[in-house]
């Protein structure tokens, strides 16, 4: 009963794919126009949204990545789950009814109110895309790493192939079933992955007479090396004063980032009002908080029972410790039913972010910029089909990059890929947010110069991070071009970003629109003309 059955794992896929496409193709039935097809028709309720916000958000970084670390690491590992939940009341109480009082599809929507329209578009699209592109790279890394431990594929062309099929199957979700296809499979697959967590936590509490501190304890004789360093800090992040601050700059991003995510930004305009957006991320928040209570069990878990020796010589390493858990516990059937959920878990949030990514280009670029927003003005249905049209194709190119940067980057911690998308979201995007939300005389140049200024110092700083290369951990082993002591940039992008969207408002001549900004002021705190359900 300790061997992993590809059959069964397979089977157990095949069945989830077929009944999560059958009902992406039954939500497609009333899918007629751009809201539909881009904002669900703004129908879905508050508890049904935080569901699939939990959906979104629970990605496999939350699942594999986390439980990998904490099996690992202990405590450090520990502080991605308290770094991840806190960031919600940054977004519950600066961000989710106001967004979805002021915007429309995409959170160019809202940058741009009171701006100039096309610059602050496209700079708004970039930053969308950029983010959910390192955030798709995580989870394609994810779905190779985990098919080689369910699979037993050792070489990289069989992870390849399955990372491609993974590609092929969330174009498919955003294809036939546009937001509305993709909340269904976000909701199925939020149920499936708490109540399996679930279980496999009275599972492990339940060898260990349902007593945490026996169960530390066992961790803690499994792990010889690390010893009691597992309980406290410092075990991956307190060995010099680098890494200290390295985890400074991991813990502002993983707080500050999930308010400027697009991809959970943009499931803010799939409920009928602002109140409804308010009580989703209640729900979400709760979801979210009792799911990494599990995964403190799950990690410690696995390491008393599967051992840091086995999850560092598994296919995935550290990503594998969650499935080597499940084997451990119920042999073959449960490693297919907590497989079947990690890859359900990486469809769902893939096909979040391609949605996202796509709504970003069709409705901000091609309809806004490239048809100078003539869609929205008139409004009639074959404008309307050519945004869908759109951002179809889009879906289908951002699918196949993907697929390509997901091959390259598999083998990579999926936590630590999730981390850079957050560095990404925190600077580049809730800056921008903030500032438009919360300050008059916020203008034009200020919006572009904390967008594009927050993404190229973040992203230089990645590239010349010991994450690029410099270190047996990095992305290029081989290589040595890292000048910046950081892995995560939080720490110096975000606080560059905000002075950035200052001083590029301050030294500007563009003066503010007051009537628009008192237009987004009354709109934002009252939804005074905010976008309507969808009526069929």
Do not use: C
Not at 210 to 231: I, M, Q, R, Y
Not at 360 to 369: P, Q, R
Not at 427 to 449: C, D, E, Q, V
């Amino acid at each position: 009963m300790n061997e992993s059955s590809p059959i069964l794992n397979i089977s157990i896929f095949g069945v989830f794919v077929l009944i999560t496409l059958f009902v992406v193709i039954r939500a497609s039935r009333n899918t007629k126009t751009a809201a539909d097809y881009l904002a669900a028709g703004r129908a879905f309720t508050g508890p049904q949204n935080g569901i699939a916000i939990a959906g979104d958000y629970l990605s496999a970084a939350s699942f594999l990545g986390i439980a990998g670390a904490i099996a690992l690491n202990g405590y450090d590992g520990f502080l991605y789950s308290i770094g991840f939940l806190v960031a919600w009341l940054i977004a519950l109480l600066l961000v989710a009814e106001l967004l979805r009082n002021t915007g429309k599809y995409t959170m160019g929507d809202v940058l741009s109110f009171r701006m100039r329209q096309r610059p602050v578009r496209a700079a708004a699209a970039t930053s969308t895309m950029a983010v959910s592109f390192f955030y798709l790279l995580a989870q394609m890394a994810g779905a190779g790493g985990l098919v080689a431990l369910l699979l037993g594929i050792t070489g990289t062309g069989g992870q390849a192939l399955v990372i491609a099929v993974v590609g092929a199957l969330m174009i498919a979700y955003v294809l036939i079933g546009g937001m509305k296809g993709t909340t269904w499979v976000q909701i199925i697959k939020a149920v499936l992955l708490i109540v399996g967590a679930g279980v496999m936590t009275l599972w492990v509490l339940g060898k260990y007479g349902f007593n945490l501190s026996t169960l530390l304890g066992a961790a803690v004789d499994n792990a010889p090396k690390a010893g009691e360093k597992l309980l406290g800090p410092g075990l991956q992040y307190g060995k010099t004063g680098t890494s200290k601050l390295d985890f400074l700059s991991l813990a502002l991003a993983l707080v500050l980032g999930t308010a400027g995510l697009p991809h959970i930004l943009m499931r803010f305009y799939t409920v009928p009002t602002a109140k409804e957006a308010r009580r989703s991320v209640v729900w979400a928040i709760w979801l979210i908080g009792i799911f990494y209570l599990f995964t403190l069990v799950l990690g410690y878990g696995a390491g008393a029972l599967v051992g840091p020796d086995r999850i560092n010589a598994a296919p995935g390493k550290a990503n594998s410790a969650a499935p080597l858990l499940a084997l451990e516990l119920g042999g073959p059937i449960l490693l297919g039913l907590i497989a079947a959920v990690a890859f359900a878990t990486i469809l769902a949030v893939v096909a979040g972010l391609t949605i996202t990514a796509s709504a970003s280009f069709a409705h901000d670029i091609y309809a806004n910029i490239i048809k100078k927003g003539k869609e929205n003005g008139n409004g009639d249905a074959e404008d309307k089909t050519d945004e869908v049209k759109v951002a179809r194709i889009t879906a289908i190119v951002i699918g196949l990059v993907s697929i390509g940067g997901g091959i390259i980057a598999n083998g990579q911690n999926i936590a630590f890929l999730v981390a850079l998308a957050f560095a990404v979201a925190a600077s580049a995007n809730l800056p921008t947010i903030l500032y438009s939300l919360f300050w008059k005389r916020f203008n034009t140049s200020g919006a572009l110069w904390s967008i594009y200024g927050g993404l190229i110092v973040t992203i230089t700083l990645i590239i010349l991070s010991p994450a690029v290369s410099g270190t047996p951990t990095s992305m290029f082993k081989n290589a040595d071009f890292h000048l910046f002591p950081l892995s995560n940039p939080g720490i110096v992008s975000i606080p560059v970003a905000f002075l950035l969207g200052y001083v590029g408002t301050i030294l500007s001549k563009d003066k503010a629109d007051p009537v628009k900004q008192a237009e987004m002021e009354v709109r934002s705190l009252t939804g005074a003309g905010a976008e309507k359900a969808v009526a069929h």
